[in-house]
C-alpha cells in the first residue's frame, strides 16, 4: 500500500546514504546469488571493460575496484555467463531512469498520488535518479510479469523525466561511489524504504490485486506459471501476449540447441532467426532486440551482421511504430502493429514433425493437443487447494494464524507482508477478517 507524501518525506529524513560501489553491489544482489553479474567500466585503462562475478566470487570486493572511477556500471539481474534476455537466470531489481531530474520530494509524490510503494532505495547519478524497487531472487520464467511492472512504473514516472528506452531487464546502472565524466559528480545512494519484495506482491501493488475467489495454481508465486489473475487491461495472466511470446521465445532457443546444436542448415536459417525476433520484439525493447539477435544471429547462423539485421529490420520498425502508439488497420479493427502469429501459424511454419519429436521439452509450441492435456492435469490440481469459507485457503492457514500473532504482538502490516511473503492488502483482509 503507498504511503503518503509526508509519511515519504519521514521515511527519507530517515534513511542513509551509501557511497561505496561494493556496498551498492550487495544491496541489489543480496543472499545467494544464482547467476554471474556483470561489473563495467567504459574507459578501463588496459581496455578489459567487462568484469565477470560469478556466484562464488567476492562481488563487493570486486565492485571495490571501481570505486571513484569513470562511468562504472554493474548489471541489476544475473545471468548465465552474459547480460542477454535468453541468458537471464535472476531478477533482483524493477528500475526507473529519471534523465536529468533530481528533485526526489516530486518523484515520491507523483508515487504515492498513483498509489504505487516508494523505491526500496534511489542512486543520484550525477545528472538524474535511478530507482530501485529491490527483488527477491526471482527466476528468469517472470520476466512477463517483470516486464510488465517495468513498463507500468515507466509509464506513472514518464511526465517527469523516466527514459522511456531504460525498460529492459538486460540494463547496467552506474555504481554508488563512481564518477559521471559529463559533470564529474560522484554517485551517491540513498537508501528509503529498504525493502525486499516477491515479485507477487509488488505485481500487487503496482498493478492491482487478484480478483477475490479467482482460483491461482498451487506452484509458488515466484514461479510464471502461478502468477495470479489481474483485474481487466493490467492482466499479467501466463496466457497474456507477456507470457506467451516469451514461452514462445524460450521454446525457439530450446528448439534449435536440441535439433541443430545451435547450428541452423540452410534452408530454415531465415525463418527462425525472425521468429526468435518477432517474439522479443513483444516483451524486449527494441536495443535489446537487436543486441539479442545479433548474438543469436551470429551462434546459430554464418549470416553477416547487416544480414541478420536485414532479417529483422521489418520487426524492429514495428516495434517502434507500437512504442509510439501506431495501430494498424487488420480484419477491420484497429491493431497493434507487432507480427503476431497463432500458435497453429507457428507450428505450420516450424514443422509439425519437429515438434512431436521434442515435444516434452517445449511449452507454448507442443502439439496442441499436448498441451490440452496439460491444462487438464493443472486444472485438476488448481482446486485441490480449496478456500476454507473464512477467505483463505487451506495453505494459508499457518501463515494467517502467524499474521494474527504478529500483529497481536504490535507488528506493522507491511512488516507481517515482508515476513510471510504475502501482500500488504492480503494482509489487511486477513486481519480485518478476524474481527468480530
Not at 496466457?239 to 542448415?265: H, K, T
Not at 509439425?352 to 485438476?380: S, V
Request: glycine share 8%; with cysteine.
Amino acid at each position: 500500500m503507498a504511503q503518503s507524501s509526508n509519511g515519504l518525506r519521514k521515511l527519507k529524513q530517515g534513511s542513509f546514504d551509501f557511497s561505496s560501489p561494493g556496498e551498492h553491489a550487495s544491496l541489489v544482489h543480496s543472499g545467494e546469488r544464482h547467476g554471474v553479474v556483470l561489473l563495467w567500466e567504459r574507459c578501463a585503462p588496459d581496455g578489459k571493460r567487462w568484469i565477470k562475478c560469478r556466484p562464488t566470487d567476492n562481488l563487493p570486493e570486486l565492485a571495490e575496484l571501481l570505486r571513484h572511477k569513470q562511468d562504472a556500471y554493474f548489471s541489476i539481474n544475473q545471468f548465465h555467463g552474459w547480460r542477454e534476455v535468453r541468458l537471464l537466470k535472476s531478477l533482483r531489481a524493477l528500475y526507473v531512469d529519471l534523465d536529468g531530474q533530481q528533485d526526489l520530494d516530486l518523484v515520491l509524490d507523483v508515487l504515492a498520488a498513483a498509489g504505487m510503494p516508494a523505491p526500496s532505495m534511489v542512486v543520484f547519478s550525477g545528472r538524474g535518479l535511478h530507482l530501485y524497487w529491490l527483488l527477491r531472487a526471482t527466476p528468469a520464467k517472470a520476466l512477463p510479469v517483470w516486464q510488465r511492472i517495468q513498463d507500468v512504473t515507466l509509464k506513472t514516472l514518464s511526465t517527469i523525466g523516466a527514459d522511456p528506452a531504460c525498460r529492459d531487464c538486460t540494463r547496467v546502472l552506474r555504481l554508488s561511489g563512481t564518477i559521471n565524466s559529463k559533470n564529474r559528480a560522484e554517485a551517491r545512494g540513498l537508501m528509503l524504504t529498504g525493502q525486499e519484495w516477491d515479485l507477487h506482491s509488488l505485481a500487487d501493488e503496482i498493478l492491482g490485486p487478484r480478483r477475490p475467489g479467482r482460483p491461482k495454481a498451487s506452484a509458488s508465486i515466484s514461479d510464471f506459471n502461478a502468477a495470479a489473475a489481474r483485474s481487466g487491461r493490467r492482466s499479467v495472466l501466463a496466457g497474456s501476449i507477456y507470457g506467451w511470446w516469451y514461452a514462445v521465445y524460450r521454446d525457439l532457443v530450446r528448439l534449435v540447441d536440441l535439433e541443430y546444436g545451435n547450428r541452423l542448415p540452410e534452408g530454415c536459417r531465415d525463418r527462425l532467426l525472425f521468429l526468435h525476433a518477432v517474439a522479443l520484439s513483444w516483451f524486449a525493447q527494441p536495443d535489446a532486440i537487436e543486441s539479442e539477435i545479433l548474438s543469436v544471429g551470429r551462434l546459430i547462423t554464418d549470416f553477416s551482421d547487416s544480414e541478420i539485421l536485414g532479417v529483422m529490420a521489418s520487426v524492429i520498425s514495428r516495434r517502434n511504430l507500437a512504442d509510439q502508439g501506431h495501430k494498424i488497420a487488420w480484419g477491420g479493427r484497429e491493431v497493434d502493429p507487432r507480427y503476431f502469429f497463432r500458435a497453429s501459424t507457428l507450428r505450420d511454419w516450424i514443422g509439425h514433425d519437429l515438434l512431436n519429436k521434442h515435444a516434452e521439452q517445449l511449452r507454448a509450441l507442443a502439439p496442441a493437443e499436448i498441451i490440452k492435456e496439460r491444462k487438464k492435469i493443472r486444472d485438476a490440481s488448481r482446486w485441490q487447494d480449496s478456500y476454507t469459507g473464512k477467505g483463505v485457503r487451506t495453505s494459508n492457514e499457518e501463515k494467517l494464524a502467524t499474521a494474527r500473532l504478529m500483529a497481536a504482538a504490535g507488528a506493522s502490516q507491511r512488516a507481517i507482508s515482508v515476513e510471510l511473503g504475502v501482500s500488504q492488502k492480503t494482509i489487511s483482509l486477513w486481519l480485518r477478517s478476524g474481527d468480530t
